[in-house]
């Protein structure tokens, strides 16, 4: 599904009740159903609400989000949201947390049962649907979770720093996973991350964010074709057009902090 924003502003109130954080201002973006976007920018400067906003558990201050032409107003079923954490229940195991979603909107054991195990079985997941959370590594927490998010046909995927919490190997492997999963399902993937190589080696496009008020800096096209090698000097020319960017913003940061 197609994403369109427009004219997007954020604010917070401060602990004065005069005053007012702005944390989004004036983000416009045009996102095309079945692509994946990668979201990158300095720590703190709104990424997490732009998702937030997007997945409709918060309202704008100003400006719009239409989902294929509809105003978002609230939580959407065609949208599913994968955390950090990982948020899975503990007392449930792999399979009924799968079919969680599906439990929500009362379809029958059976239906739920079926549908969970197809996921078990696509994502690798065989001999661990009785398992539970705590009995999983992390990478296999995460599949868990995406399985989640996507069994009651979400379109929009969006995830919020998704690996940051595993090592480098199994976060290696989950960027091939998740390549895999949207290449076979086609929804539209928003990524957060903090890691340039994983934004340029996921992304169709990286969305550079300034420092908040986060604005759109850079917005970058990466048209190497998939599988990408991040030792190749075309992959390095993107990976430093982002590094750049978050230098200066970085610098603009530091100029910009009041003295003690």
Not at 59 to 86: A, C, H, M, N, W
């Amino acid at each position: 599904m197609s994403l369109e924003i427009a004219s997007l502003c954020k604010s917070f109130p401060k602990d004065d009740p005069a005053g007012t954080v702005e944390v989004l201002s004036d983000i416009s973006l045009t996102i095309e159903a079945g692509s994946f976007v990668s979201i990158i920018g300095p720590s703190g400067c709104g990424k997490s609400t732009l998702l937030r906003l997007i997945a409709g558990l918060a309202t704008p201050t100003s400006g719009s989000i239409d989902l294929d032409g509809v105003r978002i107003s609230g939580v959407s079923e065609k949208t599913g949201f994968v955390f950090q954490s990982y948020a899975l229940f503990p007392w449930l195991n792999v399979a009924d947390n799968i079919a969680f979603p599906l439990a929500m909107k009362n379809a029958s054991k059976q239906q739920r049962r079926a549908r969970a195990l197809d996921y078990v079985e696509r994502f690798g997941l065989r001999g661990f649907e009785g398992s539970f959370p705590a009995e999983l590594s992390g990478g296999m927490q995460q599949r868990v979770a995406i399985a989640r998010s996507l069994i009651d046909n979400a379109e929009v995927l969006l995830m919020d720093e998704p690996f940051g919490a595993l090592d480098s190997q199994t976060r290696s492997r989950m960027q091939q996973f998740l390549l895999e999963v949207w290449q076979q399902t086609r929804c539209t993937v928003l990524l957060i991350t903090h890691n340039i190589d994983e934004a340029v080696f996921l992304g169709q496009r990286v969305v550079c964010l300034t420092q908040r008020p986060a604005r759109v800096g850079d917005d970058i096209l990466i048209e190497s074709p998939y599988p990408r090698d991040v030792t190749s000097d075309e992959f390095n020319v993107y990976r430093r057009r982002v590094l750049k960017f978050l230098d200066r913003e970085h610098a603009a940061g530091l100029r910009d902090k009041p003295p003690c």
